[in-house]
């Protein structure tokens, strides 16, 4: 298989796998909507969990690096933490919707579990000091929800507008982040006189 089908064969996957779900999706499926016979798909990739693999193996790469630059994301450095996730996220739009969305039911699958730990050593160094049940509803709205935008972005945008522009998505998620992740329950309750 030249390279060029290679990379057709993963971003086909990529796709199917973060629309349609790990679970919805066969081998059969794969190989149709890439143009291939299910023979080829195999030949290169033992099965559909090695094809997962694969895909998902540069965004965890990715996480890790932007994990590796910032290991403890206090207060002070939180919104630093906020622009390198956020153009990781913007990287791998499909890939983290794929961990991050379908990870909870993929359990099990050692590239969803490697990934998740990545997703629980993020939760733990963005928001160690976080206590209250609402700031890690916070946290998880943030990253779940930059996710879900990003993967389903042509969903929910107007079809007779022009299609938002990476930098201007990019600046509105970094706003966003910044503020779910800068923002505890503690900082609410203050600015309201609770």
Known sequence: ???????????????????????ATSIGHIAEAAGLSKSAVLYHYASKEALLDAVLAPAEAGLAAVLHRFPQASDGNRA?????FVDFLLAHRLEASIFINQGQSLHGIPVIDRANQLVQQLAHAVSSEFGSIADRVRFGVALGGAAYILAAQENWADPDDEPERDDEVRAALVDVVATLLTTTSTGIAATRGD
Not at 80 to 84: H, I
């Open 1 to 23: 298989m030249a390279n060029t089908s290679a990379d057709d064969l993963l971003r086909t996957a990529r796709e199917l796998f973060a629309v349609d779900g790990y679970q």
């Open 80 to 84: 630093e933490f906020v622009e390198p």
